[in-house]
Every structure is written in structure tokens, then in C-alpha cells.
């Protein structure tokens, strides 16, 4: 009906077949359809295909005619949409009088009216004629025995006039669940349901016919799983549109089966005791109540424990079907009777102590040769216990190196005896053990250190594992009945009591071992008691000290307590003493020597006394301090500042404590000269560029100096902020012997320093910066020649600071800006003067095209 272009409603084509009393369902569906997406349906029936009366509507509720009200309001005829633009038509149990032409029709909401709008297909409705049953009739159930045959049968015969196949498919209900078992389908093809599969191929479950009616379900040998009821399932299916459509369905209850468990016990004793060396002699008796074609297969399993289905379990003997034995060299398997089977174990040993089951299982003969179990037994656990004379011996535990401090050896001794058993068949391990110091009545847990097994594995503990790969815990055995365990290095955690677990191996038959018995140890305790290391240092002063230019002497004598093998190590240190403003709370480090007695100058820089200071080892506690030439500078407290050091891992030492001596002070009663410094600058607010002059004054008080016998040290800083919250910067210096030293800088000015007169230096800073502003001081050391000729260094003194600002040349900032600016303008200036000239000539420029036609006119006049 569809056109090239245009609605197109499409209903199947041919001719429908349905059987009375089924359901009819007639699809129907448009495409190429302009307007809203959802399209309405009107269905419309005649019997003959002339004259169609109104049956359903999706739109119109008064469009079905009076005589289908009644099944429409029953809901024997509906419609149900499956799409916008597909419905179907729905009528409930078929009757001869729906028997005719159903069309299908679309309201046009299309633009412009092109392709068709309904159609119309044929329904055929055929009388009843499929008959199903049982063949015959069988008792309501069959009771039967697991592994026994039985078979179901039921007619199925269709008398309908057209060409038509049967489908068979035979299910079985148990509880709410169904299961197909086999099915013959409309195309005479075999499919096994699941779970049936192999049972069909192997022939167990077969599907056959009977005659010309009788369908015949055969089961060669019957499971657990075949209980329940059965029933048979008849469809009739005939050719529609190439296809195979079924047309009705109908199902027959065929019988209930029953399937009885066999019943089945194994027996076997309950506690069984024998000595070691003898045989074990253990009996299955089999109980059942079948007495047809069955075969036993008998297995004897071994287990530690009494359930049989926990990890661990191994089999020693079996018996198949067929009566063949499988066993172990030293196991036998035999039985007496049909019911009674024996298990015999030879030279029993203590491996051999555990539970033991006897598994039965029946097999019954199926189809093609083939076995079926039909019941399985497990019996109870038979206990056996192998007696035997244990090995008897005693373990003693002592301490042959105990600690008296932390990082001492420990060394203990797990000792066996009085074995009274044969050494050839035992031999002995040892597992050491560690428990905490209890400090309640709490129960402290064991840590294990090493166990050893009876291959002489060794297996550390977490607690000793990586102290071992270190060499700290060694485990040994330096006597056939003794095992030794040491501690390099005792920490106080290691401190706690300690014992040993000696283990008797047996060996067994096949050459393997097996541990018979343990034997603890009493626990030895390992402790000392923590006392805090105590170090006392005593200065003292052999001579009392005189004037500058002499030696000082210092002597420090070290005592300690709790401290194991103590070495020392000493620094002298030496502090300004109170009221010294030059550098107040200052420490300072002079020279120092080690535990290994290796001296070392710390922070001593005077490079004239290198050689001044000198630090020695009297005895092994006592050492002495020597300081050549002292200075009035070297004036202030000085101490001996003492490490103790203790022995640790053989060359290295561990810092047990540290203590400080009383102070010796150095303190010059003289009457000498006082020196005091400033700065002063006629220049404290320069331009950049300008030279900046700063002068360092300085005044002696007191005793008159003559200028040959003083000499100074100056140096110049600079903080360069407006507070003195920044570090100073050293500028330049300049030293008592007249050499000048001037810090490399980042900017463009330069810094000369010279000594004016005797008691006033001028630095200056040339082409100055704005870098250079900030707060300027110096630094002053005074050097005065002492009677005897030597020169001594005096305590450094600072002056106050002076704060420089550098301005800046407002002209000099803003010439070279207002110049580059009047040159661009003028530049841009002549730039917009050519581009209008340029613009006004070639861009404005009038037509003279007419002028030009007159001028050729006036030529040619002149020319007639």
C-alpha cells in the first residue's frame, strides 16, 4: 500500500489464524507522517470485507459501534499503545464470530493528503480441535529408588483442517520452582532443559513417540533431583508470513514422583588405643537397604582434628567399584564380607595418634555402561592413641655474663639434663623467650626471640629479628646439651626475665621428625638498677694571676658517678665579664680536645697568639689550660665545659653527660688610658652623586699616651634603613699596621678610608647612590705598648651612628624625560602633516572625463 513519498500504515499482511478461546493480537503502526508525533488509531471489522462497523478508538470515546460496548467495557477487546505511532489491537478469547477483515486508520494531520491512511488484513478463527492427555492411566505417583528407571507418557493428536505442527515439552514442578526437562519443538528438534544435558546425550533421558499420539518421556535411572510432579505441555504452530506462529497451548498433569532415599551408615570403633610399633587394626561395617545391583567404594581418611571436612585431611587407603585398593606401603586395605572392610596400619609411631573415618559410597549400573552414586556416608571419628615412652630430661637456665650497665655483654646458658633416652632416635631444639619485668598484677604476654625446628632452622622472632642481622643477639650451640644466646650490647629495654623451652624430636620411619615434648626452662632475670650519671668539674687557679703579658694557668679536676668507663672531653670557654658593653653575655669557644685526646682550636682568631693557647691531659681526669702573652682583652670568665663519653659497639661512644666547671676569672686592676669614639659628618643630607665624608674621632682619657705607643684597628659600618633593625654591613677597615680593606659592593660608588691624624680616620663615598642612605658607625680596637715593649690589645669600642640621606636631583630626573617627550611630539607632529598632504592629494582629486569629450569635439569641428 506505502507510496514513494507520503503516510504509510502498515498491519500484518496475509492472513491471521487463531484458534477459539486464545487471544488475537493485530499490530499497527504509520511512519512518513507530518504534524504531532503521537498519532491516533480507529479500528474498524467486517466479516465479509464490504461493510466496516466501528470497533475501537484511541481518540474518539464514542466511536465503537453499540454492539462492542459491552466486550470493551469487560476488557475482552482493548487497545494498547506501544509507541507514538504503533498500537495494537487486543481481543480475548477468540470466538467464530470475530472471524473477518480488520482495518487499521489514521485521522490525517499531514499537510497535504499523499500515501494511504488504513489497512486492512484477514483473520481466520479455527474450532478447537487439539486433544491432550495421559496415554493412560497411571497411579496419581510413582515411589521410586534412587538409580531405578520409570517412564511418562502423553497424547497429544490436532484435527484442524489447515496444515498445522505440534511441540511437546515435558516439566517438572518441585516447590514453586519449575524445570523443562525435554522438549520436541515444532520443527521436530530435541532440546534438553537445563541442567538435562548430559543426561539426554548420554541417552539417561530419553523423548520418543508411541504410535501416532503418544509421546513417551524415559529415564534409564532416576536422581534425587527427578522428585516432583510432571506434566505435559502441548502448542499447536502453524506458517504465518514466512514464519512459525503458535496458535494455541494446552498442558496435561501426567504424574507425581517420588524419589526414596537410600539409607546408608558407616560404622566404625569409637577409641582405639595400641602401643607404638604395633599394627592398628581398624573395621567399617557398611548398613544399607539395597539389595539390588550396587557397588561400595570404600575410602579411609586421617585427620588431626575430628571434623573430617576441615583443611589437613589425607587419604590412606581406597577401595573402587571395581574392588581395586589404593593405599601407602605401611596401610592395607581389605574387607571380609560385602559389609565389613578393615583398615591395617603397620608400626605404628606417634604420627599415627588422630582421627580416623571410613567414606562409603554406592554406585548403581546406568545407561551405556555408565555408574550412578546413589548414597554417600561419612562414619563418626575413630579416635587412636599411640602410646609410647616419651623422652625424659631436664633444662636448666643460667646467666654467665649479667650486665652492671647499659651496653654491657649478656650472655645465657640453656643446659639439658639427665636425658635418660637413646640419642640416636632424639634430638633436641631450643626456643628462647622474653617476658617483661611485671610492675602490676597484670599479665605480661611472652615475646618470642628464636624457635628452632627439627631441621635446626633457625626462625627469629619480631622482637629479635633485625637486632640479629646486626650481630646485637646471637643464638648458638657450642655443646651437644647446651645452647647459648648473647647480647652484645644490653639496652635497658632488654632488661626482663628470660627463659628457654628445650623440644624432643623423635624420629619417625620415613626419616622425617617430630616433636614429642617440651621442656620450659625457670625464667632468669636480667636487670640493674638506673641511676642518673652524675659529672663533677672543678676549676682552679694554681697561681693567683698578675698583669697583662703574662701566662694564666687553669686546671680542671673531673669526678663521676654511675657512668660506665667514662672518657672526657673538654672545651674551654671564656665569658665578657659583667659591665662589658662591647659584646655583654658573650660566650666564646677557645680550644677543645676530644675523648681521643686530639686537640682543636675553636673560635680562637688572634693570628699573633696562634700558638698562645694550649689544652692538655694531665691524668685521665684531671686536664690544664695554659694562655700565653694575655691580653687586656683576654679579660673575663673561663670555664671547662666536660663531656662524659661511655664505650659503645666497640670504637664508638655514646654521650653519657655533661657538666661545667666554676668560673676562674681574668680580671686587670690597671689605671690605664680610656677610649671613647664618635662620628661626625659635615655632610649627613647629600644629593645622589655628591661626595659623602664621615670621620671617626676618637678621645683617650686618663693617662697621657704618647702617639707611638698607640695604634688602632678601624672599621666602618652601614645599616642601611631608617632603624637599626637590619644586620650592619661591614664597608671597609683599616688595621693598626695601615693595611685597608674595602667589601666588595653592588652599586657604582665608591668607599676610601684614610687616617687623617693620629686620633681621627675619614671614610668617604664617593658618587653616592640612593643605595648609600642609612645608619653609619665604626668600630675601634685600641693596641697600647705595654712597659716591657709588647703591644696590648685593648676591649673594641663603637660609636653611636650618624644617619645619611641621599636626595635626589629633581632637574637631572626630569631632564631627559621632557626632552624624549618634546621629541616625540615633534615627530608625531610632522608624521600627521604628511599623511593629510599625502591624503588630500591622491585621495580628493576630481574626475575630467567630460572635458576631455569636449575637447575631441572642438577637433574635430577645426577638422570639417
Request: net charge negative; hydrophobic share 35%.
Amino acid at each position: 500500500h506505502a507510496l514513494c513519498r507520503g503516510r504509510v500504515v502498515r498491519v500484518p499482511t496475509g492472513t491471521l489464524v487463531r484458534v477459539v478461546g486464545t487471544e488475537l493480537v493485530i499490530p499497527c503502526n504509520v511512519s512518513d507522517y507530518d504534524g504531532p508525533s503521537e498519532q491516533n488509531f480507529d479500528w474498524s471489522f467486517s466479516s465479509l470485507g464490504s461493510s466496516f462497523v466501528e470497533l475501537a478508538s484511541t481518540w474518539e470515546v464514542g466511536f465503537p459501534a453499540q454492539l462492542y460496548q459491552e466486550r470493551l467495557q469487560r476488557g475482552e477487546i482493548l487497545l494498547r499503545r506501544t509507541a507514538n505511532d504503533a498500537v495494537e489491537l487486543h481481543i480475548k478469547n477468540v470466538q467464530p464470530s470475530d472471524q473477518g477483515h480488520y482495518k487499521c486508520s489514521t485521522p490525517s494531520t499531514d499537510a497535504t493528503v499523499q500515501g494511504n491512511y488504513e489497512d486492512t488484513v484477514q483473520v481466520k478463527v479455527l474450532a478447537d480441535s487439539l486433544h491432550v492427555g495421559p496415554s493412560a492411566r497411571p497411579p496419581p505417583s510413582l515411589s521410586l529408588r534412587e538409580g531405578e528407571p520409570f517412564e511418562l507418557r502423553c497424547t497429544a493428536a490436532s484435527a484442524s483442517p489447515l496444515h498445522t505442527h505440534l511441540a511437546l515439552l515435558w516439566e517438572v514442578h518441585r516447590g514453586p520452582a519449575r524445570r523443562s526437562v525435554l522438549a520436541l519443538t515444532h520443527e521436530g528438534r530435541f532440546h534438553p532443559g537445563l541442567g538435562y544435558e548430559q543426561r539426554y546425550h548420554s541417552g539417561d533421558v530419553r523423548l520418543d513417540t508411541v504410535g501416532s499420539d503418544a509421546y513417551r518421556l524415559s529415564v534409564s535411572r532416576a536422581l534425587s533431583a527427578d522428585q516432583g510432579s510432571y506434566r505435559c505441555i502441548v502448542s499447536e504452530w502453524i506458517a504465518e508470513q514466512g514464519n512459525w506462529q503458535e496458535i494455541q497451548e494446552k498442558a496435561v498433569e501426567i504424574a507425581t514422583v517420588v524419589i526414596q532415599p537410600t539409607v546408608l551408615r558407616a560404622a566404625v570403633p569409637k577409641n582405639v588405643s595400641v602401643a607404638e610399633g604395633k599394627e592398628l587394626d581398624l573395621t567399617c561395617n557398611i548398613t544399607t537397604d539395597r539389595a539390588d545391583d550396587i557397588r561400595p567404594e570404600v575410602t579411609w581418611s586421617f585427620s588431626r582434628m575430628p571434623d573430617s571436612t576441615l583443611p589437613g585431611s589425607r587419604v590412606l587407603a581406597r577401595l573402587d567399584r571395581d574392588s581395586l585398593v589404593h593405599s601407602s606401603p605401611h596401610v592395607a586395605l581389605s574387607h571380609v564380607d560385602a559389609r565389613s572392610y578393615h583398615l591395617l596400619v603397620r608400626d605404628v609411631s606417634k604420627e599415627n595418634s588422630g582421627y580416623y573415618f571410613c567414606h562409603v559410597s554406592l554406585w548403581a549400573p546406568g545407561h551405556n555402561r555408565s555408574w550412578h552414586k546413589v548414597a554417600e556416608a561419612v562414619s563418626s571419628p575413630a579416635g587412636v592413641g599411640v602410646t609410647w615412652l616419651e623422652p625424659d630430661y631436664q633444662v636448666y637456665l643460667n646467666a654467665s655474663k649479667v650486665p652492671g650497665f647499659a651496653d654491657d655483654p649478656t650472655e645465657l646458658a640453656c643446659r639439658v639434663v639427665d636425658t635418660k633416652t637413646g640419642e640416636a632416635n632424639v634430638r633436641f631444639t631450643v626456643s628462647w623467650y622474653y617476658r617483661m619485668n611485671r610492675r602490676s598484677d597484670n599479665v605480661v604476654t611472652s615475646e618470642l626471640l628464636a624457635v628452632m625446628d627439627g631441621d635446626w632452622t633457625l626462625k627469629y622472632g619480631e622482637r629479635s629479628k633485625q637486632r640479629a642481622q646486626d650481630g646485637d643477639f646471637i643464638f648458638s650451640k657450642e655443646h651437644t646439651d647446651t645452647f647459648n644466646f648473647r647480647i652484645q650490647r644490653t639496652t635497658e629495654e632488654d632488661r626482663g626475665n628470660y627463659y628457654c623451652v628445650v623440644s624432643a624430636w623423635t624420629k619417625q620411619r620415613n626419616n622425617s621428625w617430630v616433636k614429642s615434648k617440651d621442656v620450659f626452662s625457670k625464667p632468669v632475670n636480667i636487670f640493674w638498677a638506673l641511676e642518673d650519671s652524675v659529672l663533677v668539674v672543678k676549676a682552679r687557679q694554681p697561681k693567683p694571676f698578675f698583669a697583662a703579658g703574662n701566662t694564666f694557668e687553669m686546671t680542671c679536676k673531673v669526678s663521676s658517678k654511675n657512668i660506665k668507663s667514662p672518657r672526657y672531653s673538654v672545651l674551654i670557654t671564656a665569658e665578657k665579664p659583667v659591665g662589658d658593653l662591647s659584646s655583654p653575655n658573650e660566650t666564646k669557644y677557645i680550644i677543645s680536645l676530644d675523648q681521643d685526646s686530639v686537640v682543636k682550636l675553636e673560635n680562637w682568631t688572634d693570628a699573633s697568639r696562634v700558638d698562645g693557647v694550649v689544652l692538655e691531659k694531665v691524668q685521665e681526669d684531671e686536664f690544664r689550660y695554659r694562655m700565653y702573652q694575655t691580653q687586656v682583652s683576654d679579660a673575663g670568665l673561663y670555664r671547662c665545659m666536660v663531656t662524659a663519653w661511655s664505650p659503645v659497639r666497640g670504637s664508638l661512644w655514646r654521650e653519657a653527660a655533661t657538666s661545667l666547671s666554676n668560673p676562674i676569672e681574668i680580671d686587670f686592676q690597671t689605671s690605664g688610658p680610656i677610649f671613647n669614639a664618635s662620628v661626625h659628618s659635615d655632610t649627613p643630607s647629600v644629593i645622589r652623586g655628591d661626595l659623602i665624608k664621615l670621620f671617626c674621632i676618637i678621645t683617650v682619657e686618663g693617662a697621657a699616651l704618647d702617639p707611638d705607643d698607640m695604634a688602632f684597628d678601624v672599621s666602618w659600618f652601614a645599616v642601611h634603613s631608617f632603624g637599626l633593625d637590619k644586620a650592619p654591613v661591614l664597608l671597609s677597615s683599616l688595621d693598626r699596621k695601615g693595611i685597608v680593606t674595602t667589601s666588595r659592593r653592588d652599586w657604582k660608588s665608591d668607599l676610601s678610608l684614610e687616617r687623617v691624624s693620629v686620633l681621627e680616620f675619614l671614610l668617604q663615598v664617593h658618587g653616592s647612590e640612593d643605595q648609600d642612605f642609612g645608619n653609619y658607625y665604626c668600630s675601634v680596637t685600641p693596641w697600647v705598648k705595654s712597659p716591657t715593649g709588647s703591644w696590648q690589645k685593648e676591649a673594641e669600642i663603637h660609636s653611636k651612628p650618624v644617619f645619611i640621606t641621599v636626595k635626589m636631583d629633581v632637574l637631572n630626573a626630569f631632564k631627559y624625560p621632557l626632552l624624549i617627550g618634546v621629541g616625540l611630539s615633534t615627530v608625531i607632529g610632522l608624521l600627521s602633516c604628511l599623511i593629510g598632504y599625502c591624503s588630500s592629494h591622491w585621495c580628493c582629486k576630481k574626475e575630467v572625463q567630460e572635458t576631455r569629450r569636449e575637447r575631441r569635439r572642438l577637433m574635430s569641428m577645426e577638422m570639417d
